[in-house]
């Protein structure tokens, strides 16, 4: 069967391939930068890089585009509370949030683009739906009329048909109860930033940024629009209104959402304050890869449930695949080509293959891939593999990393605190002074192994992190 997607529009699993030609025009919500984000956002953001890696593994091209929030209500209280600009607030976590896609090898979409650079196409949108007949404006802020657009409720699937017309609302984020009239342009309060725009001094809503930025890009109508599940209702449908209100023409054919990460069966939020950044998880010790394999290894449209055990079991699959590819690089096998290993390997791409077809089954594809390695490691101990075997399930094992791309190790992140690392120069001090050089040199490279650099300078021990 084909590559298929649910699509929360339809809610169906539809047949995908793109509208005009042989490239995929896709877009993602990007983070809104005032915080570092958490492993519940990189859950999302390690989907669409999967969907991105199987879309290429299908033949597609892709241009995908990520917008940054990056003028918002939190961003501006914030940033106000810690005296800085807003640009010198959310430049920290525009940067930290492109490190932590590095580490976890999640791949850039082909434009990034920031809120704060497309104001003047936001003015533009805005005015278009003024002339359409979409907005009105209170106390200097232009609002969206959502009773005026037959469609609102479609992706979420609510019927909005008995919402008080006229009730509207100035925050970006509500509840499926509070469907109101949405705000388009919000007018400058005391101590805001504000951009002196035809609209008047003020700022946009969350929800018309998106609008803006996947039509100036992508066209009038895109082939995917992914984000968590927590966007479909109001950001989502606020999208639509919005887009389709302009142009009278379906905005996204595929709406792809990631469920929610937990821990504890909550959902892991800034705003409750129980979450893990990638770097919390790195100072303990785990690496990427680990964070990586378990984000990618329950299918999005599950929740997934963090547990330390659950990112430790991940660190044991990786190492078995690892020591797979090892006794495949390095076996002395006798001579040959065993025909039934050879339709084995095969098999095993295709379990891979249609798995990922499938709505990006990650785990199925993961089990298609474990099996394989386990009756291949079963046949190399009974001399049933022989060297004309080693290519195919190289190519597998290349065609299973270039979607979940684990196997390579990343250079070591240490788990030490400051003050252990300290700790352990003052024990190799004393070491020395003691002229134990052994174990002197010994501490030194299990600090190297950490990841630790020292320098011996005449002030004493420099040491940085690599
Ligand atoms: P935000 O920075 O809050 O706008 O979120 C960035 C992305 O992360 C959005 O696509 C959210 O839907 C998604 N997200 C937020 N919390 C979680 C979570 N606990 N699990 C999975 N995705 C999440
Ligand atoms: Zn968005």
Request: with cysteine; net charge negative; charged share 30%.
């Amino acid at each position: 069967m084909a590559l298929r997607f649910y699509n929360t529009l339809t809610q169906q699993t539809e047949p995908f391939t793109p509208l005009l030609d042989n490239t995929v025009r896709m877009y993602t919500c990007g983070p809104t930068v005032y915080h570092y984000v958490h492993i519940g956002n990189l859950r999302t953001f390690t989907f669409q890089d999967i969907l991105r890696r199987w879309l290429r593994a299908r033949g597609y091209q892709l241009n995908h585009v990520m917008n940054i929030t990056d003028v918002e209500d939190k961003i501006i209280r914030n940033a106000a509370a810690e005296h800085k600009s807003i640009e010198e607030y959310t430049e920290v976590y525009t940067k930290a949030f492109y490190e932590d896609m590095d580490t976890l090898r999640l791949e850039r979409p082909e434009r990034l683009v920031k809120a704060t650079e497309h104001i003047a196409d936001m003015v533009a949108a805005i005015q278009k739906l003024g002339e359409r007949g979409f907005t009105y404006v209170s106390e200097g802020s232009v609002y969206y009329r959502i009773a005026n657009f037959p469609g609102y409720g479609k992706l979420s699937h609510n019927d909005f048909s008995g919402i008080r017309a006229g009730a509207r609302v100035d925050v970006d984020e509500y509840d499926k109860a509070d469907a109101r009239d949405f705000v388009l342009w919000k007018a400058r309060k005391d101590g805001e930033p504000g951009w002196e725009t035809p609209l008047g001094t003020g700022r946009p809503g969350w929800h018309i940024e998106c609008s803006v930025m996947a039509m100036k890009y992508l066209g009038e109508t895109l082939d995917i629009h992914t984000g968590g599940v927590d966007l479909t209702f109001p950001h989502h449908e606020n999208e639509i209104a919005q887009s389709e209100a302009i142009t009278g023409k379906p905005f996204v054919r595929f709406w792809l959402h990631a469920e929610h990460l937990s821990i504890e069966a909550q959902k892991m939020s800034k705003s409750l304050g129980n979450f893990y950044t990638l770097r919390d998880l790195l100072g303990m010790g785990y690496a990427p890869e680990s964070v990586r394999y378990l984000l990618a290894s329950v299918p999005y449209r599950k929740k997934l449930n963090f547990t330390f055990e659950g990112l430790k079991a991940a660190a044991t699959s990786i190492e078995r695949l690892r020591n797979f590819k090892l006794r495949l690089d390095t076996d002395k096998l006798a001579a040959g080509k065993n025909e039934k290993l050879v339709e084995r390997t095969r098999a095993a791409i295709k379990a891979f293959d249609e798995a990922l077809d499938d709505d990006l089954n990650t785990a199925a594809s993961l089990a298609a891939a474990f099996e394989y390695a386990r009756d291949a490691n079963t046949a190399t101990d009974a001399g049933e593999f022989l060297s004309g075997n080693t290519a195919g399930a190289l190519h597998f094992l290349e065609r299973f990393d270039s979607v979940f791309d684990v196997l390579k190790p990343s250079a070591r992140v240490s788990g030490l605190s400051d003050a252990e690392v300290d700790a352990m120069i003052a024990e190799r001090n004393a070491a020395k002074k003691a002229r134990d050089f052994v174990r002197a040199d010994r501490i030194r490279a299990d600090l190297a192994a950490q990841g630790i650099v020292l320098e011996d300078t005449k002030e004493g021990v420099r040491w940085k992190r690599q």
